[in-house]
């Protein structure tokens, strides 16, 4: 079983919408979590970490149920710049702190 | 302020050669580590390494070396490449290595024919 698993997607959807991104991971030692954002052949970049009483930056709000051991990723009012692919991330604690990278998904918005 | 630089940005080898992917950061970072990244496969780890003089296996070590020699640099060797090192590098570094984010290089397309 892989350790993050995520729906590849891709999603399109037009300017303005509202989309979600869920992702699961099967360690129950990940400590840390955090959504990356990666534009086509270039490297990922933070986009955000994930608290467990939830986030907000912005037009996104990230979700964390560690009895479910499950991550969300909610975009609001989508813009065309958000198109690029989102990558959730958990770090262990019991593998000496390594992170773990989902496949990422792919999101396109439309104008 | 650099960051974390990495090169080179494309390399095309030939089976059985080696070579040395380079990566240096100006952030006085402790964490720093490897990652190939395939289509379908997600980055996985390679090789990491938490201090000068300290390194350790990831997820997908067989075929690279690396070393630390200093707190700024980690290079990665391929010893004696095959196609199947055909992959996108990433290089990534981070104050420590557990609740940091990753500063990642800008990448490395190699190709193995």
């Known amino acids: 079983r892989k350790e993050v698993e995520q729906d590849p997607g891709p999603f399109n959807v037009p300017e303005g919408a509202t989309v979600a991104f869920n992702c699961t991971y099967s360690n129950s030692a990940s400590q840390s979590f955090f959504w990356y954002r990666q534009d086509c052949r270039k490297e990922p970049k933070l986009l955000m970490s994930v608290y467990s009483s939830g986030n907000e930056d912005g037009r996104f709000t990230a979700q964390l149920n560690r009895a479910s051991q499950y991550i969300s990723l909610l975009i609001r009012d989508s813009k065309l710049s958000d198109s690029a692919t989102y990558l959730c991330?958990?770090?262990?604690?019991?593998?000496?702190?390594?992170?773990?990278f989902g496949t990422g998904t792919s999101l396109t918005v439309i104008p | 302020n650099a960051g974390v630089t990495q090169t080179p940005k494309f390399q095309v080898l030939k089976t059985g050669q080696s070579m040395t992917l380079q990566c240096a950061q100006d952030m006085n970072h402790e964490y720093m580590s490897w990652y190939r990244q395939d289509p379908g496969m997600g980055l996985r780890l390679i090789h990491y390494s938490v201090g000068a003089g300290i390194t350790d296996q990831g997820e997908v070590p067989n075929g690279y070396n690396v070393s630390r020699s200093t707190t700024e640099d980690f290079p990665l060797r391929l010893l004696s490449a095959a196609p199947s090192q055909t992959s996108v590098y990433f290089c990534?570094?981070?104050?420590?290595?557990?609740?940091?984010?990753?500063?990642f290089g800008s990448g490395t397309q190699l190709s193995v024919l």
């Open positions: 991330v958990v770090n262990r604690a019991d593998t000496g702190n390594q992170f773990y």
């Open positions: 990534a570094s981070s104050y420590s290595s557990s609740y940091e984010k990753l500063f």
